[in-house]
């Protein structure tokens, strides 16, 4: 998740910067006179690449949320016992839930042995 956060901060962070550098050219540059076709030609390129970028700033932000959504899910967990079958439900927020321990909605902490599994359950949409 955070690294998410990184790249889509860089990736913001790097536009900025080449706009800014694109803005502060030296007038010692020498004029150079384009016809009204390429003219209309970099126009459109330039939208293009301005509504590209749009287009990427709104689905990083719709990923970062959904994500962030998604973490606060309430599922059930069940710890199932591979020697014996038997099988224990509990309901945890899915970002508490790591390989072999997750914390319930109640506050208690589970952790569970090599025999046995964790099966997440999906709530119901």
Not at 47 to 68: C, D, H, N, T
Request: glycine share 4%; proline share 2%.
């Amino acid at each position: 998740m955070l690294t998410k956060l990184l790249l889509t901060a860089t990736v913001i962070i790097a536009c900025l910067w080449v706009l800014s550098a694109r803005r502060n050219k030296p007038e010692a540059v020498k004029k150079v006179v384009v016809s009204k076709k390429d003219q209309e030609r970099q126009r459109m390129l330039r939208q293009g690449a301005w509504s590209f970028m749009g287009l990427m700033v709104i689905a990083a932000g719709i990923m970062i949320a959904v994500e962030l959504w998604d973490r606060n899910t309430v599922v059930t967990v069940h710890v199932i016992n591979t020697q014996s079958g038997e099988r224990i439900s509990y309901q945890a927020y899915r970002e508490d839930i790591q390989n072999n321990s997750f914390t319930t909605v109640e506050g208690r902490k589970v952790f569970t042995a090599g025999i046995e599994r964790i099966e997440i359950e999906a709530p119901p949409e």
